[in-house]
């Protein structure tokens, strides 16, 4: 078997070398992206300033233990948060993109 009986016809030659998806699928994509990268840091930001904020007279159990539920409580809000800059941004490249009937990258 070739490789191209495996290659997706609905994904463009160009899109295919730049390593992007077209534009529809690349918002989705890019959103996705912008919240597990949202997620993953701000889970270990809120990890270190949860233990740092921590009473030290406790012991080291309760020092983690308020590490864990500051990064339970704000590290899905954090993701959000990044989630909603990565749709935006590709949202507003998507427009330009149709806008203009050019891709610059």
């Not at 016809?9 to 918002?27: A, L, M, N």
């Not at 890019?30 to 997620?39: E, I, K, Q, S």
Request: hydrophobic share 35%; charged share 20%.
């Amino acid at each position: 078997m070739s490789l191209e009986t495996h290659f997706d016809q609905s994904i463009t030659q160009d899109s295919f070398i730049k390593g992007r998806e077209p534009c529809p699928y690349r918002i989705i994509d890019d959103c996705g992206g912008a919240f597990a990268m949202g997620v993953g840091c701000g889970s270990i930001w809120n990890f270190c300033k949860g233990c740092w904020t921590a009473p030290r007279s406790m012991g080291m159990g309760t020092i983690l233990r308020y590490g864990v539920d500051l990064v339970k409580q704000r590290g899905p809000a954090i993701g959000g948060n990044f989630g909603i800059w990565g749709l935006t941004f590709s949202g507003v490249e998507c427009l330009l993109v149709y806008y203009r009937r050019r891709d610059d990258w």
